[in-house]
């Protein structure tokens, strides 16, 4: 069983920053993939960044340039860096991990 917390979330204006935090309950979390999705009010959950085992990175076609996926190992943790938001970057963000997922945390960007 792993747990994932995700924390860092709150009310931004455009054009600003955040960064997300997703801490596992394991002691060797480089060796799981790690995906951050996001849910829109009345929207499907969309993929916005992983980082795979090997720390390799991928990224939506929508996020690309601004936000970046990082993990420190030692602290058992993935951030999200989020620069440049935009209202339509509003949504509830979730850390994932094959089939373990965090509560989510509330990211509102407003214009």
């Known amino acids: 069983q792993v747990h994932l917390v995700e924390s860092g979330g709150g009310l931004v204006q455009s054009g600003g920053s955040l960064r997300l935090s997703c801490t596992a309950s394991?002691?060797?979390?480089?060796?799981?993939?790690v995906k951050w999705y996001r849910q829109a009010p009345g929207a499907q959950r969309e993929l916005v960044a992983g980082?795979?085992?090997?720390?390799?990175?991928s990224y939506a076609e929508s996020v690309k340039g601004r936000f970046t996926i990082s993990r420190d190992n030692a602290k058992n943790t993935v951030y999200l860096q989020m620069e440049n938001l935009k209202p339509e970057d509003t949504a509830v963000y979730y850390c994932?991990?094959?089939?373990?997922w965090g509560q989510g945390t509330q990211v509102t960007v407003s214009s």
């Open positions: 394991v002691s060797n979390l480089r060796i799981y993939a």
């Open positions: 994932n991990s094959y089939e373990y």
């Open positions: 980082i795979a085992r090997d720390a390799s990175t």
